[in-house]
């Protein structure tokens, strides 16, 4: 699963579609919200990250109907970070890089997940303390790179933007 993942992200290297733009107006709110390759393909990556740890966990020998939700999100959010600082790098070498760095990232969150499920094993602490420390880092790479035109971004509405001290004649 994660190899496919990284191959979204490899192919949209390669691929160009054209981009558009939802807007959404409701009293005091405009949203605008710009799909391009790179949010597409990152919506892609995080369905089949959820899709994925879905397959994994179901399997789990102790699940014993265990709610699965909560353990698809970080999957889930984990693909879908790891495709902002690949679309906002030069396709090189260093790109190259972090694709395994992503890769070998998604690969120990999936790990973790597994463990976290089964609460008699050795290792679930140390696993549950990672998922958090890796929710904390992509929180992280949310928050410092918001204004990336990969995402939408919310612009706030003021019946107020013409100056009223304006005056025209006709």
Do not use: C
């Not at 997940?113 to 990672?130: C, K, T």
């Amino acid at each position: 699963m994660a190899a496919v993942i990284m191959l979204v992200y490899a192919l949209n290297q390669f691929m160009e579609l054209p981009s558009r733009t939802i807007e959404l107006q409701i009293p005091g709110l405009f949203v605008r919200i710009e799909l391009t390759d790179s949010v597409i393909t990152a919506m892609l990556a995080a369905g089949i990250a959820a899709a994925g740890a879905d397959w994994l966990l179901r399997d789990h020998p102790v699940r014993n109907k265990q709610l699965l939700f909560p353990h698809l999100l970080l999957p889930a959010i984990t693909a879908l970070v790891i495709g902002i600082p690949l679309n906002q790098m030069e396709f090189s070498l260093i790109w190259w890089v972090g694709l395994l760095a992503g890769t070998i990232l998604l690969v120990l969150v999936l790990v973790a997940e597994y463990i976290v499920i089964d609460i008699q094993d050795v290792r679930q602490p140390l696993a549950a303390a990672s998922l958090t420390a890796v929710g904390f880092a992509i929180y992280l790479v949310l928050a410092t790179t918001m204004k990336h035109p990969m995402h939408g971004h919310v612009e706030q509405w003021s019946p107020y933007e013409v100056d009223p001290y304006q005056v025209t004649t006709h």
